[in-house]
């Protein structure tokens, strides 16, 4: 009774009820049920290939079997769910198996910092100690960069709609080219002018803010030449680098980090969404020892004790004790760009460019309005994906990291046939 009511109007309680803030079920209009891996269903019973991960939190899928039996496990022995930053078995257990699974074998030394559960409070406290420990207020951040929806965070943020939704000035931070922002122009050589520069106007910054690979500016993937002369500016100029890998970490660009391919060592690392492992709110801010100044609660939360969420995120760093898993996400990736090469020469008509890195790919789509035409067709035929960049330009690719090639596959026939009908009107 309940799902035939559902599913004759099905938006009316959200349209009703919700503000008009909402998004993601303005594209998406259905009511989901169910999930599991790399599929939902919805209250009909439509099944959807997921594309989108969560925006990118859903990286090990959907109700994970082993993270979902650690957590009833731990709620039926009756384990403490909220503890602020107390101790809590599940706490230092996520802290030691992180520590050993992920750090140490990088070579990594971070304090462990649990600033929230969200990104942009991941971000915000890296902003707050950065310009702490250096006693400087600017941030140098990038074109179509975006780092979140707080105060803070839209500062460093490039999206002009979204900047206007803060109502104030947004000040200390200034934007510099990212990668290949302008075709054939030198990034590097253009921000080090400034810097050395003394009538430039920018103040020596107490950070540089970036994402490896931007998602919702684009899927504009920096290259890791670039990344490398990036880090040599901070260490010149005693700037702390801060890398904000809360959508490209977790094995998104097919190692954990997204930035470990260039070589380099972030003095600050900002973590969210896929590290809670099973969509649990879970955020983390990973510090260089010698930069960890904070005054006991100078930066606090009251959800930052997340047991439920430090239990999943163990059980996902099971993934990493060996090469296999990226290895995967490696030759899935392949298999992906393979599809998408063929649907830009099969269809010239999208005027498409390949773009990102791992499973963090897209088409930008050189067409007014195309790109979210092609998302909607493909929402109706079972196929769940997005767009992003400044204009909505891109169609974006964000599976689960442990989908198969089946998936790949279905998921990608879809997205032919969706184009197809699209141009053909």
């Given at each position: 009774?309940?799902?035939?009511?559902?599913s004759?109007?099905?938006?009316?309680?959200?349209?009703?009820?919700?503000?008009?803030?909402?998004?993601?079920?303005?594209?998406?209009?259905?009511?989901?049920?169910?999930?599991?891996?790399?599929?939902?269903?919805?209250?009909?019973?439509?099944?959807?290939?997921?594309?989108?991960?969560?925006?990118?939190?859903?990286?090990?899928?959907?109700?994970?079997?082993?993270?979902?039996?650690?957590?009833?496990?731990?709620?039926?022995?009756?384990?403490?769910?909220?503890?602020?930053?107390?101790?809590?078995t599940?706490?230092?257990?996520?802290?030691?198996?992180?520590?050993?699974?992920?750090?140490?074998?990088?070579?990594?030394?971070?304090?462990?910092?649990?600033?929230?559960?969200?990104?942009?409070?991941?971000?915000?406290?890296?902003?707050?100690?950065?310009?702490?420990?250096?006693?400087?207020?600017?941030?140098?951040?990038?074109?179509?960069?975006?780092?979140?929806?707080?105060?803070?965070?839209?500062?460093?943020?490039?999206?002009?709609?979204?900047?206007?939704?803060?109502?104030?000035?947004?000040?200390?931070?200034?934007?510099?080219?990212?990668?290949?922002?302008?075709?054939?122009?030198?990034?590097?050589?253009?921000?080090?002018?400034?810097?050395?520069?003394?009538?430039?106007?920018?103040?020596l910054?107490?950070?540089?803010?970036?994402?490896?690979?931007?998602?919702?500016?684009?899927?504009?993937?920096?290259?890791?030449?670039?990344?490398?002369?990036?880090?040599?500016?901070?260490?010149?100029?005693?700037?702390?680098?801060?890398?904000?890998?809360?959508?490209?970490?977790?094995?998104?660009?097919?190692t954990?980090?997204?930035?470990?391919?260039?070589g380099?060592?972030?003095?600050?690392?900002?973590?969210?969404?896929?590290?809670?492992?099973?969509?649990?709110?879970?955020?983390?801010?990973?510090?260089?020892?010698?930069?960890?100044?904070?005054?006991?609660?100078?930066?606090?939360?009251?959800?930052?004790?997340?047991?439920?969420?430090?239990?999943?995120?163990?059980?996902?760093?099971?993934?990493?004790?060996?090469?296999?898993?990226?290895?995967?996400?490696?030759?899935?990736?392949?298999?992906?760009?393979?599809?998408?090469?063929?649907?830009?020469?099969?269809?010239?008509?999208?005027?498409g460019?390949a773009?990102?890195?791992?499973?963090?790919?897209?088409?930008?789509?050189?067409?007014?309005?195309?790109?979210?035409?092609?998302?909607?067709?493909?929402?109706?035929?079972?196929?769940?994906?997005?767009?992003?960049?400044?204009?909505?330009?891109?169609?974006?690719?964000?599976?689960?990291?442990?989908?198969?090639?089946?998936?790949?596959?279905?998921?990608?026939?879809?997205l032919?046939?969706?184009?197809?009908?699209?141009l053909s009107?």
């Open positions: 009774m309940t799902t035939a009511v559902i004759n109007n099905k938006m009316e309680t959200f349209e009703k009820l919700e503000s008009a803030v909402r998004s993601y079920s303005r594209g998406w209009p259905t009511v989901f049920e169910k999930s599991k891996g790399y599929k939902l269903w919805d209250v009909d019973g439509k099944e959807y290939i997921d594309f989108f991960a969560g925006a990118g939190t859903l990286n090990y899928g959907h109700n994970d079997t082993n993270m979902q039996e650690k957590i009833i496990e731990y709620i039926q022995q009756d384990g403490i769910l909220h503890s602020l930053d107390m101790g809590t599940p706490r230092k257990e996520f802290l030691e198996t992180f520590q050993e699974v992920i750090l140490t074998p990088r070579n990594l030394d971070y304090k462990v910092m649990f600033p929230g559960p969200t990104g942009t409070n991941s971000v915000e406290s890296a902003l707050k100690i950065a310009r702490k420990v250096t006693g400087r207020d600017t941030v140098i951040s990038f074109t179509n960069a975006f780092h979140g929806m707080t105060i803070g965070s839209l500062s460093v943020t490039g999206n002009s709609f979204k900047r206007h939704g803060a109502g104030v000035p947004l000040h200390h931070t200034v934007s510099m080219p990212f990668d290949d922002y302008v075709e054939d122009q030198n990034s590097i050589a253009y921000i080090e002018r400034f810097l050395e520069d003394s009538g430039s106007g920018v103040a910054p107490a950070a540089i803010i970036l994402e490896t690979v931007q998602g919702e500016g684009g899927i504009n993937a920096a290259r890791m030449d670039w990344l490398k002369k990036i880090e040599r500016i901070c260490r010149r100029w005693d700037i702390l680098l801060i890398v904000d890998d809360i959508q490209a970490g977790c094995g998104r660009t097919g954990f980090f997204s930035f470990e391919p260039a380099i060592k972030p003095d600050i690392v900002c973590l969210s969404k896929s590290i809670g492992g099973v969509g649990l709110p879970m955020a983390l801010t990973l510090i260089k020892p010698e930069y960890d100044k904070w005054g006991p609660g100078e930066h606090n939360g009251t959800f930052r004790g997340n047991n439920l969420a430090f239990i999943a995120a163990k059980e996902a760093l099971r993934f990493w004790e060996t090469d296999q898993f990226s290895s995967e996400i490696q030759d899935k990736a392949k298999l992906y760009k393979v599809k998408i090469d063929k649907i830009i020469a099969k269809y010239p008509e999208l005027n460019e773009r990102g890195r791992g499973l963090m790919q897209g088409i930008a789509v050189h067409v007014d309005d195309l790109a979210s035409k092609i998302c909607t067709k493909a929402f109706e035929r079972g196929l769940i994906l997005e767009t992003s960049g400044p204009n909505d330009e891109v169609v974006k690719f964000l599976p689960p990291l442990i989908i198969d090639e089946e998936g790949i596959m279905k998921g990608m026939a879809i032919d046939d969706s184009i197809a009908q699209v009107k």
